[in-house]
């Protein structure tokens, strides 16, 4: 099974304008490198336009929750070896060239080549509040493909950990994260604002 990691992506349009994005970013069995976003994207367009790539791996957990949530606006930095940008405020980042192309209807698949890799910070971990938003964010990008009473579920799951873990970084997430799942889906998604909303049905 291929290692998928949650990363920064971002890319870089014709008329220069950067795309940032979350991704998870496949690590094949062969230790290459693809990023596979499905049609139609900006991220697909900008890499017909310069294929190359940075993914970065966010010291805040907003840059996350707020991609998801229409909030792209984090600064970013020059990258060392491609024509591009990084997210500034990383661990550390990776810098791709696209070496090749799998075309397909849905989802086409870039296989990156590594030019430049650097650590930026000390990585100590991530705590459950922190993976609490992770998983949350990408759970609000399938809105359209889960039912209403799977994505409750799940959040009620992981309000937990954002109700005994969550300092004001991960609380302000989660918010971004309810308000989006709150427009699909009706207020009552907003799990925190119920007082049981942080036990599990049945519970």
Request: overall charge neutral; glycine content about 8%; some cysteine.
């Given at each position: ?116 890799e650097a650590a930026h910070s ?82």
């Open positions: 099974m291929p290692l998928i990691l949650e990363t920064i992506v971002t890319t870089t349009a014709a008329d220069g304008t950067l795309h940032l994005v979350p991704f998870g970013l496949i690590r094949e069995d062969d230790g290459g490198t693809v990023l596979a976003p499905f049609r139609p994207s900006p991220t697909i367009e900008n890499l017909k336009a310069n294929p190359v790539f940075a993914a970065s791996s966010p010291r805040d957990i907003r840059v996350i929750a707020g991609a998801v949530t229409g909030r792209r606006d984090w600064p970013t930095l020059p990258c060392e070896r491609i024509a591009g940008s990084r997210l500034a405020d990383s661990f550390g980042h990776a810098e791709f060239a696209v070496e090749r192309v799998e075309e397909d209807e849905t989802r086409p698949r870039y296989r990156g080549r590594l030019v430049h000390a990585f100590i971990g991530y705590n459950r509040a922190q993976g609490a938003v992770l998983e949350a964010a990408i759970l609000s990008t399938r809105l359209h493909m889960l039912a209403p009473e799977k994505i409750l579920s799940e959040l009620r799951y992981l309000a937990i950990a954002i109700s005994k873990t969550a300092g004001p970084r991960e609380r302000e997430a989660w918010g971004w994260i309810e308000d989006k799942v709150a427009a699909a889906l009706g207020p009552d998604a907003r799990v925190l604002a119920n007082p049981d909303a942080a036990r599990p049905s049945g519970a």
